[in-house]
């Protein structure tokens, strides 16, 4: 069983490919202008995919931040208790993403992704009915897991589908992914919320993560070579997806832990999502217990930030 598990998330085989490796800074690779117009289309069909379904994985993990003070006044549970499950979120989210970022440089990203946002999805839908602190909290952690599959895939199917020159510019597109979806999460999870009741928001939001589910399954491709198409950046794009068990492969995701760069900028990004989550998870919570105002209209106001960024 485990080892169909890995076969099932192995990098997809590559298929007969009529054309030459690409350039590393042209389109103009030596195939046929038919093959370039499709590779063309399945670039911007994984960007799309990858910046719409990162998005929406935003709304699956940002849900809770909507619905605390309505749990809070039903007596559900109390705000120390919610923030120890936010932080048991944050805390398997981190461990994951330092594990599964080395996972997806191996993997099918295509169901890589998928998979993460369906279970961060049904963890949402499950969460309206659940009153256990206990359970919530293992159910929320569970979620932060399956979350931190997301930007790895993202990040690599970059790598895959797009040339050194261009990775740079669609990176800085698709990071405002996030912002995207925080922004959806605070207007589309608030007005339900306001409507229906707090257990109705994770109702919707895992609606949402669905149905990104299904985009990502169908738009979010794994390798150029998976389509008869050659490797975007040869000869590294296809040594890293055709060999990734070579020794080369292999000390080069060591290489990247010993570099003291990579660290620093490890924690100056802690440092500046400690002051952006503090915002996200209790912005809502704070406007609405201390300033009145309405779940939707404390939502609006955080949602602000996300739509300037």
Not at 114 to 131: D, E, I
Request: charged share 15%; aromatic share 14%.
């Amino acid at each position: 069983m485990f080892k169909s598990i890995i076969d099932f998330y192995r990098v997809s085989q590559a298929k007969p490919c009529n054309g030459g490796a690409l350039s590393s800074n042209s389109l103009s690779g030596n195939f046929r202008p038919e093959d370039r117009r499709r590779l063309k289309r399945l670039q911007w069909s994984t960007f799309l995919a990858a910046t719409l379904g990162y998005g929406m994985y935003y709304v699956c993990r940002l849900s809770l931040n909507v619905v605390k003070k309505p749990i809070v006044d039903e007596g559900v549970f109390s705000e120390t208790e919610l923030g120890i499950i936010g932080a048991v979120l944050f805390f398997t989210y981190a461990v994951g993403k330092f594990t599964n970022g080395f996972l997806a440089d191996r993997s099918n990203i295509n169901r890589f992704m998928s998979t993460g946002l369906l279970v961060t999805a049904l963890v949402n839908l499950c969460l309206g009915f659940v009153h256990s602190f206990i359970l919530f909290a293992v159910l929320w952690g569970i979620s932060g897991w399956f979350q931190s599959m997301g930007a790895a895939s993202c990040v690599v199917g970059l790598s895959r589908w797009f040339t050194d020159k261009e990775r740079g510019s669609f990176y800085g597109f698709w990071s405002a992914s996030h912002n995207i979806g925080e922004a959806m999460t605070f207007i589309i999870v608030a007005s339900i919320v306001s409507a229906l009741g707090w257990r109705y928001g994770f109702l919707g939001a895992g609606l949402v993560g669905l149905i990104g589910a299904l985009i990502v399954w169908r738009f979010f491709h794994d390798t150029p070579q998976s389509k008869g198409l050659p490797a975007v950046n040869a000869p590294a794009a296809k040594k890293a997806v055709d060999s990734v068990e070579t020794d080369e492969f292999n000390r080069a995701q060591k290489s990247v832990l010993r570099n003291p760069a990579i660290w620093i900028l490890a924690f100056s990004s802690a440092f500046m999502y400690i002051s952006r989550y503090a915002v996200n998870s209790w912005g809502v919570f704070y406007l609405q217990a201390e300033k009145g105002y309405s779940t939707l209209d404390a939502s609006f106001i955080i949602s602000i930030s996300s739509v300037c960024g």
